[in-house]
């Protein structure tokens, strides 16, 4: 992403699930009450992923909560969203997700330009060993910088 786009959600399981190999750019189709409830950050990617069907990519289980002054124009919160992508993109997914073990996966939601841009992430999914492998590097990193921190008061 770049300074100018100002993040909205970002998925905190996207990393920790998945070892994500590449990232795509798309576009999403909204409403107008989707969108106000978004400026308000009432958005949540947690258990949310991509699928393709029909030849379209579609984000499922993105929660963006009902606008409060929405009444009759609210849609529902969980519903199927279509992604913008081009075609060639969409091929390359295709192929991609064809293969064993991949998935699309939401990583976060941002403006960019004042237009809705979400960043999927194409990757594998973690086995158990692979998190703790994580967990204890992050440890170790951590302990490294503490211990260097000490050794500089003293």
């Given at each position: 992403?770049?300074?100018?786009?100002?993040?909205?959600?970002?998925?905190?399981?996207?990393?920790?699930?998945?070892?994500?190999?590449?990232?795509?750019?798309?576009?999403?189709?909204?409403?107008?009450?989707?969108?106000?409830?978004?400026?308000?950050?009432?958005?949540?990617?947690?258990?949310?992923?991509?699928?393709?069907?029909?030849?379209?990519?579609?984000?499922?289980?993105?929660?963006?909560?009902?606008?409060?002054?929405?009444?009759?124009?609210n849609k529902d919160?969980?519903?199927?969203?279509?992604?913008?992508?081009?075609?060639?993109?969409?091929?390359?997914?295709?192929?991609?997700?064809?293969?064993?073990?991949?998935?699309?996966?939401?990583?976060?939601?941002?403006?960019?330009?004042?237009?809705?841009?979400?960043?999927?992430?194409?990757?594998?999914?973690?086995?158990?060993?692979?998190?703790?492998?994580?967990?204890?590097?992050?440890d170790a990193q951590?302990?490294?910088?503490?211990?260097?921190?000490?050794?500089?008061?003293?």
């Amino acid at each position: 992403m770049e300074k100018e786009n100002k993040l909205i959600a970002k998925n905190p399981n996207a990393y920790h699930n998945y070892n994500i190999t590449d990232k795509i750019e798309a576009g999403i189709v909204l409403f107008g009450t989707e969108i106000k409830s978004i400026r308000q950050g009432k958005v949540n990617l947690k258990d949310s992923y991509a699928i393709i069907k029909h030849g379209e990519v579609y984000v499922v289980g993105m929660n963006i909560s009902p606008y409060e002054n929405g009444n009759i124009f609210n849609k529902d919160p969980l519903r199927d969203r279509k992604l913008l992508l081009n075609r060639s993109e969409i091929n390359k997914l295709i192929g991609l997700t064809k293969q064993k073990g991949v998935s699309l996966v939401p990583i976060s939601l941002y403006f960019k330009k004042n237009i809705v841009k979400l960043e999927l992430g194409i990757g594998k999914g973690k086995k158990l060993y692979d998190k703790r492998q994580d967990i204890a590097k992050k440890d170790a990193q951590r302990q490294i910088a503490i211990n260097l921190k000490n050794s500089f008061r003293t």
